[in-house]
């Protein structure tokens, strides 16, 4: 490895395992990895801070093979009750099957709100049989008798739960046993009451859309007309017949729903609607009540998302004010993470990328900027939150590397900065109510999670899971080592790591796979543990693969220049990116040019798919898992946001969409779908498939029926990783 010409651009170098002199026998299978489970990290989960501040609740699974619901004590993690076990429950409920799946506290903690029998609807929504435990007197009571129900959540006074069903909201009274009805029009494929829509689920991250007023006494909801909105069609194979599954999926260009914000009034029965503007044809991506009594904030973004407004509804006057307005020559990203924080004073806290990272702002309750709380070339990744009393915020970012993840408190004047994490990797702080504790969560390249108490200044109080038995276990197997480095391509410097096999020799050739994403704010080469697909690739490393993955211009963690560098062009610059790095790294030694591979999955997909036609001269194969083929068949929130309409930026949806490239297809090329894929639909691999047959291409193809945009389920992700092992070996 000495003569490698990466190496000048090594950033850090880390193995997979500190203790590499201890005897590594077995070799790793994929058994171990998608059967065994052997590489699973434990967690603490369930975490619900209790309001004392002294102790918090949590799943547990029993020595006897039960599962319980702890009270803990936060300084000790000693066990102060048993809340609940599984086995009571289903004595209560006359049922043997029943499974606790979730569970959520009344704010005065003497009721939970537990779920069962939970199914799946989409990305983030669900339905499940809801129940309330009374932690008093021991009871249970269904909140909808025998029906499953989607979102529901106590109100803060602990005595009624909202909830949907039908597209309609719903109210249960828990002292009277009664509910009452809050919309009526709800109607599957036309309005949809409290619950977003498919592209708002999917794209801004929300499921439940209606919220409660902190005095309980209103209701403030998302209503969604999606009527005109074009249906997609996704047939069921199973039965006798298929059957039809039609359900609203906006594509670029076409229709979105028309949403509209209301707030009822519990005293009187009586809906108002809040003028968000005059033109429809606009996006509410977020909804909350202030600290202020009776004012509601909600976001507003126009159809391209380069203008961004906070709107401020008072619902005594039902009068509506813009107090802020962002708008951008690209988009105003809003992610996952962002969150708007209201103090209760009515200043708020929000995140920003206008100087060019995404940074920390306080706002007045006008709007009016107060300052900019940190700073620097550097991204914060989440706001966390705030401890009024002592004005410290909590937040995590990419100071120290794009590639980790670090905790720190700053105060809101933006002095007294202070790292709290110690441990090198990738961090997530789960703070208490009050702020006086956090649980940190740690992991990195060669550490499983290793999850802390901690108080606020950061001292560590106690281990809870250190994965010391995962570790031990790591070191019984054979494998490789991984190095993170950097990569030039069009004077730019691209982080990527490399992963080698366990018995490297740089005096032979070894083919090299390329893992690829590459959508817009997206990383993979981050220093965190790995999850089940990492591991398939410390497999195929020791059968004699050398893995290497680039996070190419467009991808998060690096400012907003970097990210925003792909506007109107998705597929170009990203793919420049990947063919320059396999280029770069077929000049080594020891890798033989003639056998470089690329795969991905989604976005992933549709870059290992370019790769491919695009440098037909540098890859000879891809697999391409549930990809976009044509950015046309992709929906309107995400496509638009980068590459504005189809009507606005023709050549930009065209130029780079695989399925018009499909006569540049010279290597062997894998498309892999799964029928039931809600999200990229199996309609993209089946026009690329027409285009391939049409330009007389030979390749290969496989579907999984009615397998969504993940395709897991039983034997499935066994029985993809094998297949896709067995094409490389053929055809890589």
Request: aromatic share 14%; hydrophobic share 30%.
């Amino acid at each position: 490895m000495k003569n490698s010409l990466i190496l000048k651009n090594w950033i850090i170098i880390l193995f997979l395992f500190a203790s590499t002199s201890y005897a590594q026998q077995k070799d790793l299978l994929l058994e171990d990895i998608f059967k065994n489970y052997t590489f699973n990290q434990k967690s603490v989960y369930g975490i619900n801070w209790m309001k004392d501040g002294k102790f918090y609740t949590t799943f547990a699974s029993l020595d006897n093979g039960d599962v319980a619901i702890l009270k803990k004590n936060i300084l000790s993690n000693e066990v102060v009750d048993t809340l609940v076990t599984n086995s009571e429950l289903a004595i209560f409920l006359s049922n043997p099957y029943f499974r606790i799946q979730d569970y959520s506290l009344s704010s005065q903690e003497n009721q939970m709100l537990i779920s069962s029998e939970t199914e799946s609807i989409y990305r983030r929504s669900s339905k499940s049989y809801y129940f309330i435990y009374d932690l008093s007197n021991n009871t249970i009571q269904p909140v909808s008798e025998n029906e499953k129900i989607s979102n529901a959540t106590f109100s803060p006074n602990g005595k009624m739960v909202a909830y949907t069903k039908g597209n309609n909201i719903f109210i249960y009274n828990i002292a009277t046993n009664n509910t009452s009805q809050v919309t009526n029009d709800g109607e599957w494929n036309k309005i949809i009451n409290g619950s977003s829509d498919w592209v708002y689920e999917e794209e801004f991250s929300i499921a439940k859309a209606f919220f409660w007023s902190p005095d309980s006494k209103k209701i403030s909801y998302f209503k969604f007309n999606e009527e005109d909105v074009p249906v997609y069609n996704m047939q069921k194979w199973q039965g006798l017949y298929p059957k039809d599954y039609k359900f609203k999926y906006p594509k670029a260009g076409e229709n979105n729903s028309i949403v509209t914000a209301h707030v009822f009034n519990l005293d009187n029965n009586k809906t108002s609607t809040i003028n968000t503007g005059s033109n429809p044809d606009i996006y509410l991506p977020r909804m909350q009540w202030t600290t202020q009594d009776g004012v509601l904030s909600i976001i507003k973004m126009n159809r391209l998302q380069n203008e961004l407004e906070i709107i401020h509804y008072n619902a005594v006057s039902e009068e509506t004010q813009t107090i802020l307005t962002e708008t951008s020559d690209t988009y105003v990203d809003l992610d996952f993470n962002d969150k708007l924080i209201y103090l209760q004073n009515g200043s708020f806290l929000r995140t920003s990328e206008k100087d060019g990272f995404k940074h920390i702002y306080l706002h007045a309750s006008n709007g009016e900027e107060l300052q900019q709380i940190t700073s620097g070339n550097w991204e914060v990744s989440s706001l966390i939150g705030i401890n009024e009393k002592s004005k410290t915020i909590y937040y995590t970012s990419r100071e120290e590397s794009p590639l980790e993840t670090t905790l720190y408190s700053i105060k809101t004047n933006g002095k007294s900065k202070k790292k709290l994490s110690t441990r090198k990797g990738s961090n997530r702080a789960n703070f208490s109510n009050d702020y006086k504790y956090y649980i940190n969560y740690n992991s990195a390249v060669d550490q499983p999670y290793y999850i802390t108490l901690h108080s606020s200044n950061g001292k560590m109080l106690k281990v809870l899971e250190d994965n010391k038995n995962l570790l031990s276990k790591l070191n019984d197997y054979k494998l490789g080592k991984k190095e993170f480095i950097k990569i030039k391509s069009d004077n730019e410097e691209l982080n990527a790591y490399v992963i080698y096999p366990y018995n490297f020799d740089e005096n032979a050739k070894y083919p090299v796979l390329m893992q690829v994403y590459g959508g817009p704010g997206s990383q993979l080469v981050v220093d965190s543990f790995g999850r089940t697909r990492d591991f398939w690739h410390y497999y195929l490393a020791n059968q004699g693969y050398i893995i290497v993955c680039v996070d190419n211009r467009g991808t998060g963690g690096r400012g907003r220049k970097f990210k925003h560098s792909t506007y109107k062009q998705l597929g170009k610059l990203e793919t420049e990116d990947q063919i320059n790095a396999a280029k770069e790294i077929s000049k080594l030694p020891y890798i033989d040019a003639d056998r470089i591979g690329i795969w991905g999955w989604s976005y992933g997909g549709y870059m290992s798919s370019l790769c491919l036609l695009k440098g037909n001269n540098v890859f000879k194969t891809a697999i391409a898992v549930a990809p976009v083929t044509n950015w046309r068949f992709y929906d309107t929130i995400y496509t638009e946001r980068y590459l504005q309409t189809p009507q606005d930026n023709p050549s930009g949806y065209d130029e780079y969409s695989p399925m018009f490239l499909a006569d540049r297809l010279k290597g062997n090329y894998f498309i892999i779908h799964g029928t039931g894929d809600d999200n990229v639909h199996f309609q993209n691999s089946v026009e690329m498939v027409n285009q391939l047959i049409k330009s007389d291409k030979q390749f290969n193809s496989f579907y999984y029926p009615d397998r969504d945009h993940s395709i897991r389920g039983g034997n499935t992700s066994m029985h993809l990783y094998q297949m896709m092992t067995d094409y490389l070996r053929n055809n890589l």
